[in-house]
């Protein structure tokens, strides 16, 4: 009876040891950054949907991510592109604000979010439409 407890238990290990290395093969060795390492912006929303001159403007992030990246190891960079110049504030974080600049027609200011973490970077755009 205990050489079969033996057998079974070796028998097991065994399979063990060989889902192990199938799962790290399968990761790319388990080493390091692995390929699975992601960062990206899913969608930059901004309110209010029509913002007019002198309104208070707030442009948002969602942002996802995966492997060895986390939350706290991102880093956001928001810079204005184009339109008339507008002063961010928070642009080093998920949700930047800024003051609807005074238009005399619908103008367009561009916003750009840079995230990035563990050597890994996305960037994406947002045109926010201000009224009169």
């Not at 799962?23 to 007019?52: E, F, V």
């Not at 110049?85 to 949700?95: D, H, I, K, P, R």
Request: proline share 5%; glycine share 8%.
């Amino acid at each position: 009876m205990t050489l079969n407890f033996l057998a079974s238990r070796r028998i097991f290990m065994s399979i063990g040891l060989a889902v192990c290395v199938l799962a790290l093969s399968a990761c790319g060795g388990g080493s390091g950054t692995s390929s699975s390492d992601g960062l990206s912006i899913d969608s930059l929303t901004y309110s209010p949907s029509t913002p007019s001159s002198g309104d208070p403007v707030s442009a948002v992030a969602t942002v996802s991510y995966t492997g060895t990246v986390t939350s706290s190891g991102i880093t956001y960079a928001w810079t204005q592109t184009s339109g008339p110049s507008v002063s961010l504030t928070g642009s080093s974080a998920a949700t930047v604000y800024f003051t609807a600049p005074t238009v005399t027609s619908s103008t367009e200011v561009v916003l750009k979010l840079t995230i990035s973490a563990n050597s890994v970077s996305a960037a994406k755009s947002v045109t926010i439409t201000v009224s009169p």
